[in-house]
């Protein structure tokens, strides 16, 4: 069917009105969620309902009814008669495809990992009565999942604005042919008014586009037969989706140039992502003042001089926005006075400027390779913002009194001026801490020596450690994947990868960064209970930690995850005893993020569980939020400007000499009774009025928004990552690596590529002459490769796959890849895994100008038969 010929039968059913929906809603009868596809199956789509331990699954695309990806949608839970049957972990083949729905977001910083909820509070108040019924029926019959329909869609998609494609030019011109004697096309039948457009995204549906809306540059092509118009990247915005159309209609609004192209593949990246890569407007820029730039006289009166603090900086070596300091003072008695120093960026940023609204626009920075895409213009963050060596600054500071055991004695938090004396790289901190320092090239400013530096680093290293110790006894979780990076040649272009590990240096900022922003959740939740920016990390998904419990149980491993303290001490213990096989510990570990969801920012006057549930399950602290990073985030900004207000209301209250213990908010002493006084709450509200704190409903909107934006940087660092492996790939002749077994089936297996740290999947069934004997008793799988054999499956009429699709044959004792890697040695036929079984593959790019890139896997094999 075309989209200029309509049938007028209705391929999907009407969507609810609004009003209906929000009466459903009141009622129960209907859900609000987001729509999330599998992007391995766009038939199989997930909706996450808070309070049931499964996501409910809709099923083919009448039950999808014309939702896409990210839209939040009205769901109807299907009478229980119509449920599927659960995945169950031990059919590892459906399992796999199940987790990487669910959660194939988690990457590798577990705390910066789910989509927020997409109800509000009343609406969960009053889906409660039905979700309940809905748990106890899951909970009676756990092999069942509920599945539902689409019956309407409450928000669209941003991503239905940012789509990134190619338009199917063949098959469009399939009905023309060139008149050699005009040099023009000729009709061979009726002209079609629409022409397909495919996503590189596979959750998106195939779509239409009007050719009579195609910009003029493609409608030259196009006339001219230009075949080469299908090897672009295009993008466009889906209009329409009328129930009387089985796709929906696309405007095509730019070509971004071939697909195999690295810039092109970038800009499609942003652009699918809605990242901002224009300049800042003047409007903006104007609100920064002007350079050279001093600190104006009345901040000395209103703030704390800490100029002679030995403070610096420890960044990344190419960092250029400075937000954070650290500084160590030792006093009697074994206390040390450890500082965390913040850039002040809410000074140079009013509530409800141009600069403000720009910055709240994009959210947060934007990190590539080679380049960042700022949140706050380059004379902010890079120089008046910046923490910059040897130049006054405006911070917020936090002061804690620490012993020797970690335990926090008092705390200081207000505004300063500081004066960082020098900037360490973390390779500069490694080194102190290793006694390895040279110090050549290095500046120092102020009235210090290096041995200053030195001591003071050495000391915050050791703090660091402990207060580290105290947080894994307390119950934290740390998961740390294996990392990777890659180098470049002068062009920017990748010709190797390598593994990372963070360094000593990295955890000792880290350690007094977490213990930042935990001390900023807890005063400004003091003090604003209905109106603080939080931070929290759900508990992980419980089926899929059954499901981790029960991997590691398979392979004689004890794993208790009942508590992240007890999931942490059994992973610790694990590493232990996979001392000698580390790649198999890197699985386990990559296996364990996948029951994690994302943490999010919130609200804290927009949830009903009265801090229930406001905690962070990997940090295993009650309150958390961002504090420490207000260059490259607005959450931080918002954090700060709360933190002000809070500050303001302290030092109103003592000059008013009222009978509140001094300290009030940022104090270590809390009494709730004075928080609520009269006294203070009239405090409270001048302050909140003077910096622009946000209501409950405008802050729910904001942490939603950056929840939003922060995710989407999330996939331009995994999409660029992926396009910088493709290149990789590309300009090798052959990669080779070893893989491990994750899942094995009758169809295909996923496997862990060791050298890329990625897991894929391959494909084995259907392929000419080979033959896949899948032993469900033992879960083994035994390929064997006859290429005389010709056997077709009966009655399927689908051609079969060449088997180099599957495999990279060799010629025993042939060099080809002994030369290439001689640690890697091909297997033979018959071949015979288990889960967990190491085999060779062969690693190579696929799609750029003829579809979307990607990242394919063969088996390595040596087989007379090439």
């Known amino acids: 069917m075309t989209h200029n010929q309509p049938d007028q039968r209705k391929h999907f059913a009407s969507h609810w009105s609004m009003e209906a929906i929000h009466a459903a809603l009141e009622k129960g009868d209907v859900f609000k969620s987001m729509f999330r596809v599998n992007a391995h199956n766009r038939i199989e789509a997930y909706c996450k309902i808070d309070g049931l331990p499964v996501d409910v699954l809709i099923s083919g695309f ?39 729905v669910q959660s194939e977001d988690v990457g590798q910083e577990l705390i910066e990992n789910n989509h927020p909820a997409a109800c509000s509070s009343s609406e969960r108040r009053e889906a409660i009565p039905l979700v309940e019924k809905l748990c106890a029926t899951i909970n009676s019959f756990p092999t069942k999942r509920p599945t539902g329909r689409v019956v309407g869609i ?113 800009s499609a990246i942003l652009f699918q992502n809605e990242i901002n890569t224009s300049d800042f407007t003047p409007d903006a820029i104007s609100c920064i003042p002007h350079v050279p730039w001093r600190i104006p006289e009345e901040e000395f009166h209103r703030r704390i001089d800490l ?116 900037k360490l790289s973390y390779e500069h901190a490694q080194d102190i801490i290793d006694g390895t320092l040279n110090v050549e090239g290095l500046q120092l400013h102020g009235n210090f020596t290096w041995s200053d530096v030195v001591t003071s680093v050495c000391t915050l290293d050791e703090l660091s450690k402990v207060l580290k110790e105290n947080r894994y006894k307390d119950g934290a979780l740390s998961l740390e994947n294996a990392r990777t990076d890659f180098l470049f040649d002068q062009d920017g272009i990748p010709y190797d990868i390598v593994f990372t590990g963070r360094k000593k240096s990295n955890f000792l900022v880290e350690e007094f960064m977490l213990l930042a922003n935990t001390t900023a959740a807890q005063v400004i939740t003091r003090a604003y209970p209905s109106c603080a920016l939080l931070r929290r990390h759900p508990e992980p998904n419980v089926s899929k930690l059954r499901d981790l419990e029960s991997f590691c149980s398979k392979h004689g491993l004890q794993l208790n995850a009942s508590s992240s303290s007890e999931l942490n001490q059994s992973l610790e213990r694990i590493r232990h005893e996979l001392k000698d096989d580390s790649v198999f510990f890197d699985v386990l570990m990559n296996y364990a993020t996948k029951p994690m969801q994302l943490a999010t920012y919130f609200c804290s006057g927009d949830v009903i569980d009265n801090g229930k549930d406001w905690g962070h399950y990997a940090l295993a ?18 954090v700060h400007r709360t933190l002000a207000a809070t500050l303001e209301a302290e030092v109103m209250l003592d000059l008013n000499e009222k009978k509140l213990a001094k300290r009030c908010f940022t104090g270590l002493r809390f009494n709730k009774e004075e928080v609520e006084s009269f006294d203070a709450q009239k405090a409270l509200a001048y302050a909140a009025m003077k910096y622009v704190v946000p209501g409950t409903d405008v802050l729910a909107d904001v942490a939603a928004y950056c929840n939003a934006r922060k995710l989407a940087s999330r996939h331009v660092k995994d999409a660029t990552d992926k396009l910088y492996m493709w290149l990789l790939l590309r300009n090798k002749e052959v990669f080779l690596s070893e893989a491990r077994v994750l899942g094995l089936g009758p169809r295909f297996m996923s496997i862990y590529v060791t050298k890329l740290a990625i897991e894929r999947r391959i494909y084995y069934d259907e392929v000419e002459g080979l033959t896949a004997e899948w032993l469900d008793a033992t879960s083994t799988l035994v390929l064997n490769y006859h290429p005389n054999n010709r056997s077709h499956k009966k009655g399927s009429s689908c051609k079969f796959k060449a088997i180099d699709e599957v495999a990279m044959l060799t010629f025993p004792y042939s060099n080809m890849v002994s030369s290439k890697n001689p640690d890697i040695e091909p297997a033979v036929f018959p071949l015979v895994l288990h889960i967990l079984s190491t085999v060779p593959v062969a690693l190579h790019p696929i799609g750029g100008d003829d579809g979307p890139i990607d990242i394919g896997a063969r088996l390595c094999m040596s087989s007379y038969f090439c």
């Open 307 to 422: 100029r002679n603090l030995c403070a610096f900086t420890i960044d990344p070596a190419t960092a250029s926005d400075l937000d954070d300091a650290l500084s160590v003072e030792r006093l009697p008695n074994d206390i040390y006075r450890v500082g965390v120093h913040i850039a002040d960026v809410s000074y140079f940023v009013p509530p409800h400027t141009a600069l403000d609204e720009e910055a709240q626009i994009r959210s947060t920075s934007v990190y590539l390779k080679h380049y960042k895409l700022p949140m706050l213009p380059s004379l902010l963050g890079d120089k008046l913002g910046s923490l910059i060596p040897g130049v006054e600054r405006l911070a917020f500071s936090i002061i804690w009194d620490i012993n020797r055991d970690g335990e926090v004695l008092d705390r200081w938090i207000g505004r300063t001026i500081m004066q960082s004396c020098c």
């Open 621 to 638: 602290v009650p309150l958390y939020t961002h504090f420490t990073s207000p260059l490259r985030r607005y959450a931080d900004i918002v």
């Open 154 to 266: 409450i928000e669209t998609s941003p991503r239905r604005k940012s789509i990134v494609g190619f338009l199917r030019i063949k098959p469009w011109l399939f009905n023309w042919k060139k008149d050699t004697k005009k040099s023009r096309l000729v009709l061979l039948s009726p002209k079609r008014d629409y022409i397909q457009l495919v996503s590189t995204d596979p959750k998106f549906p195939k779509m239409m586009v009007a050719v009579k809306t195609l910009p003029n540059s493609i409608m030259e092509r196009l006339d001219n037969c230009d075949l080469t118009l299908e090897m672009d990247l295009i993008a466009a915005e889906i209009v329409e989706w009328n129930e009387e159309y089985d796709s929906p209609l696309a405007h095509v609004i730019h070509n971004f140039g071939r697909g195999g192209e690295a810039e092109s593949q970038i």
């Open 62 to 100: 009448p039950s999808q009814n014309r939702a896409v990806e990210g839209d939040i949608v009205a769901i109807k839970v299907d009478p229980f008669s119509s449920w599927t049957k659960m995945k169950g972990s031990s059919a590892v083949e459906d399992s796999y495809v199940n987790d990487r």
